[in-house]
């Protein structure tokens, strides 16, 4: 019902059309088989409308909207942080009803990002801009947890290796990954749980920034150290 809304040559997003979008992700049973809001999550023939329409939703009060209410894959939960330390338990709640805790809406984001169009890949950097100042940590994890499968027209997945996706990420997802890496081992008050997020998904990500770290400088070591027993602590 959802692929509904995605017509050429739209793109203003109109309070009716926005009321109307709601009442029918917000109505839409549960356990329903396929539910509406898996509409999003494919590619769209009008995709920057499909961004326009997200950041709307996005941009809306949690009370009115949220997709955290609505099934789908989460980015991080509670169960994901069940054996680490309090500090780390307390992170992870305050993030795990953000409307932004999704994971489908990253791997959209991810897939749009390597658009053709100019106009659509300036949208996502629009949208992941809004979400840093929101809500870096999600950012950050979410652009790596991203998978690298995605539901095409017709029900058509296309699969490409690990690998690939490890030595190939686009230029905006590598962009926004670096930037946030940087900013997190600096010493971004929610570090510790980006960390041991980062290490239970990509391990390998992780101990190849500490080697960059510490070749940009030796001094560095004393920060890789004790983010590394933050870890170390963490997995006790």
Request: glycine share 2%; proline share 4%.
């Amino acid at each position: 019902m959802i692929k509904a809304f995605d017509i050429p040559d739209r793109s203003g997003v109109d309070t009716a059309t926005l009321k109307l979008l709601i009442a029918i992700l917000l109505n839409t049973p549960r356990d329903a088989d396929v539910h509406a809001v898996a509409g999003f999550w494919s590619t769209w023939r009008n995709s920057l409308f499909q961004l326009r329409l997200l950041d709307a939703l996005l941009s809306l009060p949690a009370d009115t909207f949220n997709f955290v209410t609505l099934p789908g894959h989460r980015i991080v939960t509670m169960d994901d942080v069940a054996s680490a330390s309090p500090t780390i338990k307390a992170l992870a709640a305050n993030v795990q009803g953000s409307t932004w805790n999704s994971l489908d809406l990253f791997e959209v984001l991810v897939h749009l990002a390597d658009s053709e169009h100019t106009e659509v890949r300036g949208f996502v950097r629009e949208m992941l801009d809004k979400a840093v100042r929101i809500s870096a940590e999600l950012v950050h994890m979410g652009l790596l947890e991203a998978p690298v499968s995605f539901r095409f027209p017709r029900d058509i997945t296309i699969l490409i290796c690990r690998h690939r996706q490890q030595t190939e990420w686009n230029e905006i997802r590598s962009e926004y990954s670096q930037k946030l890496l940087a900013m997190f081992l600096a010493g971004h008050p929610n570090h510790q749980l980006v960390f041991m997020r980062i290490w239970q998904i990509r391990p390998a990500y992780l101990t190849n920034a500490f080697a960059a770290f510490y070749k940009e400088s030796p001094l560095n070591i004393t920060r890789i150290l004790d983010v590394a027993q933050d870890l170390k602590a963490s997995s006790r």
